[in-house]
């Protein structure tokens, strides 16, 4: 069903940590009594709600007739700027364990209508994860964790975290108590402690998108480029084949890299064709798994 009409509302909600964990909800507005099915859209490593096209993603999906919850995770160096690390301090010690509190912790406050819009009806019942790279390992994790979620898309994810740590960053972490890593956009350096190390380490079995996704059940849509430079194309083939959901497909988008051809900021009025391309697809999966 299109919708002509949404509502864009933001607040915060505790983390876990009592950290914020800011959002933004898109909603349909409707005259009649229908209650629109929500999707969790959960950013990347270095990435965050309103980057690139995310708003425009979001609002798109909210046209097709879904409430949309866009979160920034409360450790991901994110703070009263929408779109500047300006809390580094907590981007250092970001781990995928906290990553996965928070996204419970959404799904807690949509389901108790501490994040309601007054326009619309939502239904909480059930929940469709939407995830990019980093936050779609987590949302596969999530979505095999959390008994709310009904129906998973996953873009460019991340199939093993364990063996994405060079050696470099290894030695740094075992002789400094830190690493650094290039911010690519802005040339900054940004410090990641031990513990993000160590967290996966210790808790792989729980927390791995590769070690998780043979729980899932639900309606699981891979998507990957086939040009991706960031992540390689094996670990949605990888992801795929050890998914246990009868209905999951995997599909793969032709001249698309790791974020469809989308970059920040995003001027443009019209999607990338790649990009177009998983917009549409994700749209078709939720409103066939999770309307």
Known sequence: ME??????????IPSTEGLPIRYDL????????????????IHGFKGFKDWGPFPDVCEELSRAGFGVVAMNLSLNGIGENKTEFDRLDLFRRETISQDLKDIKTVIDALQKGDISDSHSQLNTDKIGLLGHSRGAQTAIVAAAEFESVYCLVSWSAVADYEVRWSDKMKEDWKEKGYTEIKNSRTGDLMKLDKVVYDDVIENAEDILAIHRVKDIRIPTLFIHGREDETVPTTNAEKLHIACNAKEKELRM????GHTYGGAHPFESHEFPKPLAEVVEWTEGWFLEHLR
């Open 26 to 41: 898109y909603s349909p507005i409707s005259r009649n009594s229908i209650s629109f099915p929500v999707i969790i859209f």
């Open 253 to 256: 988008v032709a001249n698309g």
């Open 3 to 12: 919708v002509s009409n949404i509502s864009i509302s933001s607040g915060q």
